[in-house]
């Protein structure tokens, strides 16, 4: 019998209406997804508003968004595992965004925190 893969994340650098970043984590149908409002190569504390869901092409997709909603670029993706039963917290493994996340609220905003940065061959296995 297979082993169940481990579902996939893609983090895509969009830039319409302002410069941002679309995470999108695969959720058995649907793409869970936030908006992510720094770079989250070059930030540990990440300001984040979660958007509708999304169809699961966009894991792949890169290219124009319908509806001259600009253009999104792929700067990550790989599998992710959640470490809560709530999805609050999580484990990444790409080739440079690899470790463990978290969502929060900070001073009233909801952030999502990069507890660490490991090498992917470093992460535990499910």
Not at 31 to 39: C, E
Not at 51 to 75: A, C, F, Q, W
Request: glycine share 6%; hydrophobic share 35%; proline share 6%.
């Amino acid at each position: 019998m297979q082993p169940i893969p481990e579902p996939r994340f893609t983090i895509s650098e969009h830039d319409w209406p302002t410069l941002h970043w679309d995470l999108f984590l695969e959720v058995e149908a649907v793409l869970w997804s936030w908006r992510l409002l720094a770079d989250p190569r070059a930030s540990t504390v990440i300001p984040v508003e979660r958007t509708t869901d999304h169809r699961k092409l966009y894991l792949d997709y890169e290219g124009p968004v319908s509806d001259n909603r600009g253009t999104v670029r792929i700067i990550e993706t790989g599998r992710f595992r959640p470490t809560s039963k709530f999805f609050d917290q999580f484990e990444l493994k790409g080739k440079s965004l690899s470790g463990l996340w978290r969502f929060a609220c900070i001073e009233g905003s909801e952030c999502l925190i990069r507890e660490g940065n490991v090498k992917s061959g470093e992460l535990r296995d499910s």
